[in-house]
């Protein structure tokens, strides 16, 4: 079965700093990754995925992430952070018709 | 207009009671799923229909009844509440051709007492 991970609870970044939130995935086949953010008291939205083709995938709101097939990752990432980036972050992974998600990373960023 | 929307977002009741959760979605997708996201925040895939035809199940109580009068609604009943159907539930829908992306609801928070 297809799975990922998220091995950080929260990241704490200050503002205008870079952010990367990590994800490893586990993955029979070609993986189909996704991250999406959720707010407080909102639905998950959808951020960017990776399918294949370029390993940088470029998303919403200015983040990417880099898929590295040796490291079986897919981290998030952004060059400079701001305040309203502060949210859950979550990775996934297609297995057939299910999306998997992690667990979440809480990222703060401080002002 | 919300692409996919969900009643009510707020729901409180007794153990032992039945409830309902309606779900809609106006973007055309043939696929829809439910989800229970916990205290922890873990999201757990519970049901999906693709074009009214139920396509994935994950061993949920079947005091959990999803159903699917056609493609762009999906709604969801429980029977015999538990405290611990207490969560978020959210619904989703995505195009089956697609790769994959998922649109969500913003959810319908249960309490159960």
């Known amino acids: 079965a297809q799975s990922v991970a998220q091995p950080e609870d929260q990241v704490n970044v200050a503002e205008g700093n870079p952010l990367t939130v990590k994800c490893t995935y586990s993955?029979?086949?070609?993986?189909?990754l996704f991250w999406y953010v959720q707010y407080p008291n909102r639905g998950l939205q959808f951020l960017l995925k990776?399918?294949?083709?370029?390993?940088l995938v470029k998303g919403s709101y200015g983040f990417e992430a880099e898929f590295n097939k040796s490291q079986t990752s897919f981290h998030l990432k952004k060059p400079s952070a701001l305040v309203s980036d502060s949210a859950l972050y979550f990775c996934?992974?297609?297995?057939?018709?299910?999306?998997?998600f992690g667990k979440g990373t809480r990222l703060h960023i401080l002002p | 207009d919300t692409a996919v929307s969900q009643t009510p977002k707020y729901l409180v009741t007794q153990m032992g009671n039945d409830k309902s959760i309606k779900c809609e979605q106006n973007?055309?997708?043939?696929?829809m799923y439910w989800y229970k996201q916990d205290s922890k925040k873990f999201l757990k895939i519970m049901f999906s229909?693709?074009?009214?035809?139920?396509?994935i199940n994950e061993t949920v109580p079947n005091r959990f009844s999803p159903k699917s009068p056609d493609k762009a609604h999906l709604n969801l009943h429980i029977n015999s509440l538990e405290l611990g159907d207490s969560a978020v539930y959210f619904c989703?829908?995505?195009?089956?051709?697609?790769?994959?992306?998922?649109?969500f609801g913003e959810g319908s928070r249960l309490t159960v007492l």
């Open positions: 996934a992974v297609r297995d057939d018709d299910k999306i998997i």
């Open positions: 989703a829908s995505r195009s089956r051709g697609n790769t994959g992306e998922l649109f």
């Open positions: 229909y693709n074009n009214k035809e139920l396509i």
């Open positions: 990776y399918i294949t083709g370029d390993n």
């Open positions: 993955v029979s086949g070609n993986p189909y």
């Open positions: 973007l055309g997708h043939d696929t």
